[in-house]
């Protein structure tokens, strides 16, 4: 990873049939990986927000978004500043949990606000929210108990308040 | 009205002011090749491939300036459009591609002669629609042509499913489209003008490099002016060759890996590049790293994309060549801008001198296909022609030696370099422009590709003229492997003599000649152009010519093999008018 930084884009795009795959193919093509890539509606019906995450050094980020631009159904891109915008991301585990060590999971699970969503007899599902640093550490820690499956959504993003321009 | 898709369809076309469309049908598409039957206003152009449809919607569009038209079936008439499509891409060439569809009800089962064409040409396409219910034919159809023809053109391709074109809709064109995400720009900064023009009256050693982008904006007229104000030398890359005349004194040729030595000298030596839709392509730039390096870079290009993609730059100017060189031409007279190249230009003169262009003498009868170039040229000089050319040495020598004295009447494949697109191109530029001479210059293997178009100018009487410079060889590739692998002609050897391309015209109906000595070149080439329908001149061309100068792949454009020996600017310095310049 060297010389290159994390970048999350948040991609305003017009809610039509395709878009996803021009977006996801524009990435591929030109040699970049994308980290995560959420997506889904917005306050407008017709517009839907994508939430990419990629490393990548500045000018070829520049180069792939100058591309993504020129994208018909792409609105607004915004290479959000990781010190002025707002990130979560949910994560699901189903973590081994034999009677021994379930109270000291559900201990563990409160420090991080998460949740136990469903139970089941040698295990549980944890539900959790955050950055992906908090997310990553919390991943750290069950490991030890032994992960039997693991779902994230990849981060949704927003620019702080302060960043409205109208 | 009511009526149905496909009668939409074609009114829509109508309303897009489109006379000619080039096309194949097929099971999907009857229902619209039924309503074209009716129309007044439209031709249809019946190819022998589907390739050959968008190569000539290519070729009409690049001396037309109109968007070009296809019409194929689904399935294998969709894909058989690829290659044409990935060619217009490349090219930044409006072309609208319309594909049948099986019905909506059954996409997605592997039904009949079904593929999914839109996601397949979804990487060569600027855009492209799936139209899913025949009430958004109208706006689709605005929508693509829009998009197509504005800002940097592209071809943009419109699925249409069976029942779309049968289903019943109620018709009114739109006059405006809605796209909020879409809004290329057009004026230049005002700021990066006035900064672009305080370049060009300080440089000593300007240089306009100028590109396809020049072309499909229509601003050549604003290129001669800049540059016969600041008397500014002008290099035109292969895509935008005729976007300024070639007999002109400060016209200074071809850039790149086959350019004139003169020329990548200059640019090797430039303190200002002034590139105008141009893409700093790898065959003009070489070696990235040793290119103009001493040179500061004002780029002009409508798409953002471009600029700084290859080459960083000192004065960015999103915008189209037409109005920014406009603005940076009338900057330059509010401020009473005075040339200064004098110098420069007889820097560059001699080096013109030392190093033309040049090609050995043909000992005994040997043709030269250099020398058929020129023939081509100077039987042609003084009517409107159109010069299509195939891929590979021929190309290049048409490159060279032929002399483009006017814009748009060029149509060569430029960033895919697709063998057999002369022909079908020479077939759309003809069906574009009825009076003009359309002359072909092709290799033996590229024009096999695609042949089976002399039917299609035939039948159409579209009177193309197709020089063969046949060296029996795929001529580049040998000469890659001459230069690179020790002579060893891998697959590469195709014989003069199969097929017997004079016969093969005549199985068409087409005049038939064959050049086997230098003699016999002006005869038939002009019994080819006064000839009344198409035309094939077999041209035995010596077999093992080289295009010379060449840069090696990867190379500094300045170090070339082959051509008059010089070597690399640096040691072309050393008279005194350089000296001059160079304080
Ligand atoms: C469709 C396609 N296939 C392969 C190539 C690779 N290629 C580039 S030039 C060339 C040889 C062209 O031969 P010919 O048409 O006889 O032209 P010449 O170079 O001999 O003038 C080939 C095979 C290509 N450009 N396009
Ligand atoms: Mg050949």
Request: glycine share 10%; net charge negative.
């Amino acid at each position: 990873m060297t010389g290159t930084t994390r970048h999350t884009l948040s991609v305003l795009v017009e809610n039509k049939p395709g878009v996803l795959q021009r977006v996801s193919g524009l990435f591929a093509r030109r040699g970049f990986n994308i980290d995560s890539l959420a997506v889904g509606p917005t306050e407008d019906p017709n517009l839907s927000r994508m939430t990419i995450v990629v490393h990548a050094e500045n000018t070829p980020l520049e180069q792939i978004s100058k591309q993504l631009h020129k994208l018909v159904n792409i609105i607004k891109i915004q290479d959000l500043d990781p010190a002025d915008m707002v990130d979560r991301e949910l994560v699901l585990f189903k973590v081994n949990a034999p009677a021994a060590v379930r109270a000291e999971l559900i201990e563990l699970a409160n420090i991080f606000r998460a949740r136990i969503i469903d139970v089941g007899r040698n295990s549980l599902t944890i539900e959790a929210t955050g950055t992906t640093d908090k997310l990553q550490a919390m991943e750290d820690l069950l490991r030890g108990y032994g992960i039997r499956e693991l779902a994230r959504t990849g981060k949704i993003a927003l620019a702080r308040g302060s960043k409205e321009n109208g | 009205m009511t009526m149905n898709g496909a009668e939409a369809l074609v009114g829509a076309l109508e309303e897009e002011g489109v006379d000619v469309m080039f096309g194949y049908p097929g099971g999907v598409v009857l229902p619209i090749y039924d309503a074209i039957m009716d129309s007044k206003q439209l031709d249809h152009i019946l190819v022998r491939h589907e390739q050959g449809a968008t190569h000539a919607a290519d070729g009409y569009a690049r001396v037309t300036g109109r968007p070009g038209v296809v019409l194929v079936t689904s399935g294998p008439g969709a894909t058989n459009t690829v290659t044409g499509i990935a060619n217009a891409h490349m090219d930044s060439i409006p072309m609208v591609v319309f594909t049948g569809q099986v019905a909506t009800h059954v996409i997605g089962t592997d039904a009949f002669q079904e593929s999914d064409i839109t996601g397949i040409t979804l990487p060569i396409t600027k855009h492209n629609y799936l139209v899913k219910d025949v009430r958004e034919l109208p706006e689709v159809v605005k929508e693509a042509f829009h998009v197509a023809t504005t800002g940097r053109p592209g071809p943009v391709l419109v699925d249409l499913p069976v029942d779309v074109a049968k289903g019943a809709i109620d018709f009114r064109y739109p006059e405006q489209v809605n796209l909020p995400g879409y809004r290329p720009t057009y004026k230049g900064h005002a700021k990066q003008v006035k900064q672009a023009a305080d370049l060009l009256m300080r440089a000593k050693k300007p240089l306009l490099y100028a590109g396809g982008g020049v072309l499909s904006s229509g601003a050549w007229k604003e290129l001669k002016e800049l540059a016969e104000l600041m008397q500014l030398p002008v290099t035109t890359t292969m895509m935008g060759k005729g976007a300024f005349p070639e007999e002109h004194h400060l016209y200074i040729g071809m850039p790149g890996m086959h350019g004139a030595k003169y020329t990548n000298y200059a640019i090797t030596e430039t303190d200002l590049l002034f590139a105008v839709g141009v893409r700093f392509d790898d065959r003009v730039t070489g070696k990235l790293a040793s290119f103009a390096t001493k040179s500061k870079v004002v780029h002009i290009d409508i798409d953002p994309a471009e600029i700084g993609k290859n080459r960083p730059v000192d004065v960015p100017i999103v915008g189209d060549a037409k109005h920014v060189l406009g603005a940076v031409v009338d900057e330059l007279r509010k401020r009473s801008a005075e040339p200064r190249t004098e110098k420069w230009m007889r820097v560059i003169d001699d080096w013109r001198d030392r190093f033309p262009l040049h090609y050995p003498e043909g000992e005994g009868d040997e043709v030269m296909p250099e020398h058929v170039v020129e023939r081509i040229n100077a039987l042609t000089r003084d009517r409107d022609t159109v010069i299509a050319t195939e891929v590979g040495q021929n190309q290049m020598w048409a490159c060279q030696y032929y002399r483009l004295q006017n814009p748009r009447r060029w149509a060569s494949s430029g960033g895919l370099g697709t063998m057999g697109f002369g022909l079908p191109a020479a077939i759309g530029a003809q069906a574009g422009l009825k009076d003009s001479l359309v002359v072909d210059i092709a290799g033996d293997g590229s024009f096999q590709m695609v042949s089976q178009e002399l039917a299609t100018a035939r039948v159409h009487d579209l009177p193309v003229k197709v020089v063969i410079l046949n060296n029996g060889y795929l001529g580049m590739v040998r000469q890659w492997q001459e230069l690179f692998y020790d002579r060893r002609y891998s697959q590469s050897v195709l014989g003069q003599d199969v097929p017997d391309f004079v016969k093969l015209a005549e199985a068409y109906d087409c005049l038939g000649l064959r050049v086997t000595s230098p003699e016999q070149l002006d005869g038939a080439l002009t019994a080819a152009f006064e000839h009344e329908g198409p035309a094939v001149v077999d041209c035995r061309v010596t077999r093992e010519e080289n295009v010379f100068p060449m840069v090696a792949p990867g190379g500094s454009i300045d170090e070339m093999l082959g051509g008059i020996p010089g070597g690399p600017v640096s040691e072309m310095l050393d008279d005194e008018l350089l000296e001059e310049v160079w304080e």
